[in-house]
Every structure is written in structure tokens, then in C-alpha cells.
């Protein structure tokens, strides 16, 4: 059994080459690097453009024009089941109707016919969250905290080098947040796959994230290491958004 | 994908094209078949525009007004007495009676009427005594009134009671806390929410009130009180008269355009929900004396909605059901109505689901542009059908195949596309909500996770999808089996459904089989409202 968990791809590279994208009347232009195997951040106020910079990256929305790089491939054209992404939502990243086994099944395949093998890597992603007992459970009979599991567990029978989190803890208190983290982090040293993660909260990024990349109004005006955003003279506008706390 | 694919090659947005084309084809038909016919006998036409054709004009708007005054007005009342009292014992009971209305087809609230205030009426007799002389039963103008009120009152009382339903409980709060009374409370809180609400629900009731036909034609009794409708009618089935046809049908057609028009200015409400509206909390004391008189305004539009229903029950109750049961003629009819309606809900389940999946994907498609136009037929669109009259369509189709041998052989199918396109909007409401809401939850998810296809509708769509579906289904099925627009037209002794049956029977004076088929009618529509509703529930 330890035979399947050694073997896991890693990370790959993120590219925004010149991405464009409009909505409704606004425009945005992504550029951006996401190095393999690292957590970054994706920051900046509301209707900045970060939820779009990961659809873009899952394939939801198409850039008008520009490539959107993983690896060495362009995956510009791919559909988002074809891409090396998982993505998890801020909610809705279950089936209500189906039990937890089965929703995590469903990262093995799309028509839940798994193997032994399956079953032993869902059983083990369950574990690796902390839902073993849980497994037959419907997604209403869950907490919040336990749903975001569910999806994490799911995205870990995945296996895809690429993670990324729209605002995943956005609705979870203090407390479970700071286990989710914990739980990312393991996780993510474990399997060592790319991470972007939408946040609103400073202190998130600074626990979790090596590097920053901050937008407004649809356009990247910032990135680089977690240290030097939070350093006295980070960006200008970094600094207005988070306020006077760093 | 949403960028890469096509609108054409997605086939749920080909599927809503596919929709919207037949019911374009089955409206446009008629009205060519109309056009050609009138173009055909063009003096005839014209000569057709007489005193008398003007005067059917003005009797359908003269008692659509009337109707929609004597509907609205009160509703006002009764809406605010409820609104007043959220909770007491017997409220949830008024408003799913209140619902019944709209479940009830035409004839047999007709019959239900007639069955209080006809003749041999319950009331009759001490009617006779009141006024003097025998009762002559209530027909004509007096009678249309009663029946639009007992089927749009309700309907108006439940529209101003979800706009009141609206109102923050906040503002209740505060005007407690301010001491205001009744009459401040209703000027400068609930009026302004009604008045909003007003206009629409004045306009759909006026539309419903034009377009009236069932009603008319068994209450209105004579060339008196006769609405362009009922004169179409005539002048197919009984003075084989198409020139006066064409041009009856044509003035129906300017004059539902023009409300229609009116009606999408006023931004109205063109579907007509069947579920319960739910109360807010209330705060603040309602005043002994009003809420005596907000009682006794509840007590009789309880008494008036409620006295045709009993009506029908009990003269059901007193005809020979056991011989109805045997006779030949009936059965047909109930197998005849029955296989229609499943065929006319089927087929608008699924027009009502390619129009819904059309719009959704052409939503996600543009992205935070403008609509188009396909998207905006698919969507508030394929609501205004309803005000296209069942019997204009029925028309031009009679018209256009009326020398050939196929129209009464059509009559099957004339029915069930009709009764189909004209249960399409309920079937929308009942689909939609459900259909977008677990589009926003599953898209994605199903996108990344590559469930397509026929795995998707298996695992994902049917299971959330599948109540939803029925209740259309049902709704759709109890307004298709209560219809006698289009089979008063293309109906024959070999085609019969259960409401051309019952009005041949009251026709013939036969009272005691049409209140029993009026029985059987109404518990047959009943009873698949009831389960729309219950399948329109969602899990707890």
C-alpha cells in the first residue's frame, strides 16, 4: 500500500503568458509565474480578477488571448478534466446527493467505477483527513470544515500537480481554519504539488504561502516572496489593502 | 470550455433552438393559416368588421374590466387581512384553498357555480324568495362576473400577499416601536408594496379575463354576452363562417398584442406559482376591532372561493357515479383525457427542460454581456405564450385544414401540442429554480472532474432534477386534462376528452351526469396538483 502513495508526480510550473480576459465591461491581463512546488498566495480586493486568474488556470474561462502555461505544455485549449488541475471552491465542491466515499470516488472516475485500488487510495485520502468514520455520511450531514475535507481528500485521490484553492476557509471560524492550514501544509510537504490559494486574510498567506502575487483591477501589480510583502516597505498598494497591521 | 464551444454544437442550446422552432412552427401555422384564409376572401373579411363584431370587442373588454375591478380590489383587503394575522389556526388551510382555483379547470368551476346559483341551484329557492318571482339562474354577464372573481381573487389575494411577504421585518419592528395603527401602517408601509405589485397583478388578471373561454361560453348564455373567443368559436363549429373567423380572431390577436405590450411594460408577472407563501414574523398588535373586521372580509372570500368547491362535491355526490362509472361513452372520454394529457405533460416537460438548459448555457456562454436574443426567447420569453389564446391557435389550424380529411383525424394532435405549449410556462417555473441552482453547484465540479454525458445525467442531474421534473409533469398533466379550448373546436363523437363530454352533457341538460363528471374532473386534477406540490417540496 505504501507502494501507491510513494509514487506521486510533484509539482509542475504555472505560466499566465499575456492572458486576457473580459467581463462584461472588464478587462484584465494576466502575467504571471507560479513556480513548481510552492504555495502561492493570490491577493487583492474584491473584483480584482483572482477568482478568474484560477478559473483561467482550470480552464473554466479562455483567455481572449494569451496561453495559459502548466509544465512545458501550453493547455490553453484543454478542457478543464484534461488539464494536471484541481481546484477547490469556496463551496459547493460536493454532490448533495452523494455520500462521502462517492464523492471522493468520483476523483478516480467520473462514472464511479473504481477498482480495489481506488477504494484503497479513497480509504486513504479519508484518513489522511481525518474523515475515515465519516465515509457514508451525506454532505448536509457535515460541518462546513468537514465538507472542505471531503473536497481536499478528493483532490488528493486526484493526484494532479497543480492545487488551487478559490477562498476554501473563507466561511470556517478561527479555530478550524488554522487546523485546514495545518492540514494544507501537511499535505502539500507531503505530495509537493503547486498551490495557488485566493485569500482575503493576511495572515493565512503569511503562515502558508512563499510567495505573493497581488492584483487590482485586473492586472498583476505585485509579486514576490511572502518576507517581502510583509517587510516594512512592501508594495504600496499591498500595504493599503491589508491596512496598517504590517 | 465555455469559450471554445459553439452555440450551435452544444446541444443543450440546440436542443432549446430545436424548442423554440416548433413552438414557432404550431403558432405560426395558424396565423398563416389565418392569413391565407383571410386573403383568400378578402371582402369577406372585411364585411366581417361589422356593428355586431364591435360590439363582441366591447363586451370582452366591457367585462374584462369589470372582472379584473372586482377581483383586484378586494384581493387588496383580504391580502392585508392576512398579512395582519400570520398566525392563526386554519390560515395554511385558507391559502392552499385559496391555491384550488387555479387547479380547478374552467367548466368545472362553471358547473360548481351553476351548481350554487343556477336555476336548480342550491340557492335557488331562497333566492326566488328574496327577489321575488322564480330565480332565473345566473347567467350572462352576472354569472362571468362571479366565476373570473372565484378564480382571480385568490389568485390576486396570493400575489399582493408575497409582495406584502416582502416587506423587511424590520419595518414591523419599527413601526410597533413608532405606535403606528392600522391606517398609517397600511399608507405608508403596505400600499407602497402593493402598488408596486398592483399594475402586473391587474394586468395578468385583465389578460386572463380577455382570453376567457370555458367560462363565457357555458356561463354567458346568449349573443348578449359573448366574447370574441366564444365567436370564434361559433363561427367555426356551429355558422361554418371562416371570413368572420379570420376576422374575430384577428381583433383577439391586436387586442391580447396590446395588453401584452402593456403587460411587459408594467414588468408583470407571467407565471403563476402554486406554492405556499411563507410568513414573516410579526411584531406589533393588530386592534380588536380591526381584527374582527379583517374576519369577517377573510370569512367571506373563504365563503365565496369555497362555496362552488363544495358545490361540486355535493352535486357530484348526488349523481349516479355507479352508472357513470359503466357508461361507454364516459369511460372513453377518461381514457381519451387521460392518455392526452400524459402525452401533452410529456411533451412540455420537455420543452419547458430544453428552454431552461438553452438558457442556462447561453447565460455561462456570454459572460457578463448583453443577452441575446436567443436567450432572452428561452427565458422570459417563452412565458408570454400564455397570452397567445389556445383557441387562436385552434383556429388557424381548423382553418388551414378544414377542407382536407385531416382535421378531425388532427384533433389528437392539435390537443396535446397545444395543451403542451400552454402548460410550458408552469412547467419552466416548476424546472427552472432547480435546474439553475444545481447547474451553479454542479457545473464546475462536473467540468473538472470530467462527468459528462450520459454519466452525468445518471449520477448527477436525474437524482436533483428528478422531483422537479414530476412536478412539471404533474402541473402540466392536471392543466391539459381540465382544457376545453382546443378540443371545443377539433372535438367529434370520435374524439372526446372528459371536458367536451361534460359540456355535450350539460348541453343536453343532462346536469346530473355533468356534476358527476365534474367530480371525477376535479378529483383527477386535484389529486396531481397535490402531488406537484409534494414533489415541489424540498427535503427538509
Not at chain 1, 93 to 108: E, I, P, T, Y
Not at chain 2, 406 to 425: D, I, K, R, S
Request: hydrophobic share 50%; aromatic share 8%; charged share 15%.
Amino acid at each position: 500500500m505504501t507502494d501507491i502513495r510513494e509514487r506521486h508526480p510533484g509539482g509542475q510550473p504555472v505560466r499566465l503568458d499575456h492572458a486576457a480576459f473580459t467581463y462584461g465591461s472588464a478587462d484584465m491581463l494576466f502575467d504571471a509565474d507560479f513556480p513548481s512546488s510552492t504555495i502561492t498566495a493570490v491577493m487583492g480586493p474584491s473584483g480584482s480578477g483572482k477568482s478568474t486568474l484560477l478559473n483561467l488556470v482550470a480552464g473554466f474561462e479562455t483567455p481572449r488571448k494569451g496561453r495559459v502555461l502548466i509544465g512545458d505544455s501550453d493547455v490553453t485549449a484543454l478542457a478543464p478534466a484534461e488539464r494536471p488541475v484541481s481546484m477547490i471552491f469556496q463551496e459547493n465542491n460536493l454532490f448533495a446527493h452523494l455520500d462521502v466515499a462517492k464523492n471522493v470516488g468520483l476523483g478516480r472516475s467520473p462514472a464511479l467505477r473504481l477498482t480495489s485500488d481506488d477504494r484503497r487510495a479513497v480509504a486513504d485520502a479519508l484518513a489522511r483527513t481525518g474523515l475515515s468514520d465519516k465515509e457514508h455520511r451525506l454532505p448536509r450531514e457535515l460541518s462546513g470544515g468537514e465538507r472542505q475535507r471531503v473536497a481536499l481528500a478528493r483532490a488528493l485521490v486526484r493526484d494532479r500537480p497543480v492545487l488551487l484553492l478559490d477562498e476554501p476557509f473563507g466561511s470556517l471560524g478561527p479555530a478550524l481554519r488554522q487546523d485546514m492550514l495545518d492540514l494544507l501544509a501537511g499535505v502539500q510537504a507531503e505530495r509537493r504539488m503547486t498551490v495557488l490559494f485566493v485569500t482575503h486574510q493576511p495572515e493565512d498567506a503569511r503562515r502558508l504561502a512563499q510567495k505573493i502575487v497581488f492584483l487590482e483591477a485586473g492586472i498583476v501589480t505585485a509579486a514576490g516572496s511572502t518576507e517581502e510583502f510583509f517587510a516594512g516597505d512592501g508594495p504600496e498598494g499591498f500595504r493599503r489593502y491589508v491596512g496598517s497591521q504590517s | 470550455m465555455a469559450g471554445r464551444t459553439h452555440r450551435w454544437t452544444d446541444p443543450r442550446i440546440a436542443a432549446g433552438a430545436v424548442a423554440l422552432a416548433a413552438i414557432a412552427i404550431l403558432i405560426g401555422g395558424a396565423f398563416l393559416g389565418l392569413l391565407a384564409e383571410g386573403a383568400s376572401d378578402l371582402t369577406g373579411a372585411a364585411a366581417a368588421f361589422d356593428s355586431y363584431l364591435f360590439r363582441i370587442a366591447r363586451f370582452t373588454l366591457w367585462q374584462a374590466a369589470l372582472s379584473t375591478l372586482l377581483s383586484v380590489v378586494p384581493a387588496i383587503f383580504v391580502a392585508r387581512a392576512l398579512s395582519r394575522h400570520p398566525e392563526f389556526p386554519g390560515r395554511q388551510l385558507i391559502l392552499r384553498l385559496f391555491a384550488l382555483p387555479l387547479a380547478l379547470p374552467a367548466i368545472v368551476a362553471a358547473l360548481g357555480i351553476l351548481a350554487l346559483l343556477g336555476r336548480a341551484g342550491f340557492f335557488a329557492e331562497t333566492l326566488s324568495g328574496l327577489f321575488g318571482g322564480t330565480w332565473p339562474g345566473i347567467y350572462g354577464l352576472s354569472g362571468i362576473l362571479v366565476a373570473h372573481v372565484f378564480f382571480n381573487l385568490p389568485l390576486a389575494t396570493r400575489f399582493f400577499l408575497e409582495a406584502l411577504d416582502t416587506l423587511p421585518p424590520d419595518q414591523w419592528r419599527l413601526a410597533s416601536q413608532l405606535g403606528m395603527g392600522a391606517g398609517p401602517s397600511f399608507r405608508l408601509i403596505e400600499w407602497p408594496a402593493i402598488r408596486a405589485s398592483l399594475p402586473g397583478t391587474a394586468g395578468l388578471v385583465f389578460m386572463l379575463c380577455i382570453a376567457s373561454f370555458t367560462i363565457v361560453l357555458t356561463l354567458g348564455g346568449g349573443p348578449a354576452a359573448t366574447t370574441l373567443e366564444v365567436a370564434i368559436y361559433q363561427a367555426l363549429r356551429f355558422d361554418f363562417d371562416p371570413a368572420r373567423a379570420v376576422a374575430l380572431t384577428l381583433l383577439q390577436v391586436v387586442l391580447t398584442g396590446a395588453v401584452m405590450v402593456g403587460l411587459a411594460r408594467l414588468g408583470a408577472a407571467t407565471a403563476i406559482d402554486a406554492n405556499l407563501p411563507v410568513a414573516p414574523r410579526r411584531f406589533g398588535r393588530v386592534s380588536p376591532g380591526e381584527a374582527l373586521a379583517n374576519g369577517v372580509l377573510v370569512l367571506a372570500a373563504l365563503l365565496f372561493v369555497a362555496g362552488p368547491i363544495l358545490a361540486i362535491a355535493l352535486a357530484g355526490a348526488q349523481a349516479d357515479l355507479t352508472r357513470l362509472a359503466a357508461d361507454i361513452a364516459v369511460r372513453n372520454a377518461a381514457a381519451t383525457s387521460v392518455v392526452l394529457a400524459t402525452l401533452a405533460a410529456i411533451l412540455s416537460v420537455m420543452l419547458g427542460l430544453s428552454l431552461v438548459a438553452a438558457r442556462q448555457a447561453l447565460e455561462r456562454q456570454r459572460g457578463g454581456k448583453r443577452q441575446g436574443w436567443l436567450e432572452r426567447a428561452s427565458g422570459t420569453g417563452a412565458g408570454f405564450v400564455l397570452v397567445i389564446p389556445p383557441i387562436v391557435i385552434g383556429a388557424g389550424w381548423f382553418v388551414a385544414l378544414r377542407h382536407s380529411d385531416l382535421l378531425f383525424a388532427a384533433a389528437p394532435l392539435m390537443v396535446v401540442t397545444v395543451n403542451a405549449v400552454m402548460a410550458m410556462p408552469f412547467a419552466i417555473r416548476a424546472i427552472r429554480p432547480a435546474y439553475d441552482a444545481a447547474g451553479e453547484r454542479n457545473d464546475r465540479l462536473c467540468m473538472q472532474l470530467g462527468i459528462a454525458g450520459w454519466t452525468r445525467l445518471r449520477l448527477i442531474d436525474w437524482p436533483e432534477l428528478r422531483k422537479p421534473l414530476l412536478t412539471g409533469f404533474a402541473f402540466a398533466m392536471a392543466l391539459s386534462l381540465g382544457d376545453l379550448g382546443v378540443i371545443a373546436l377539433f372535438g367529434s363523437d370520435s374524439v372526446q376528452t372528459l371536458p367536451y363530454l361534460l359540456l355535450a352533457r350539460m348541453g343536453s341538460y343532462r346536469t346530473d351526469d355533468a356534476a358527476g363528471i365534474a367530480l371525477l374532473l376535479a378529483i383527477l386534477c386535484l389529486t396531481l396538483i397535490f402531488l406537484a406540490e409534494r414533489f415541489g417540496r424540498r427535503p427538509a
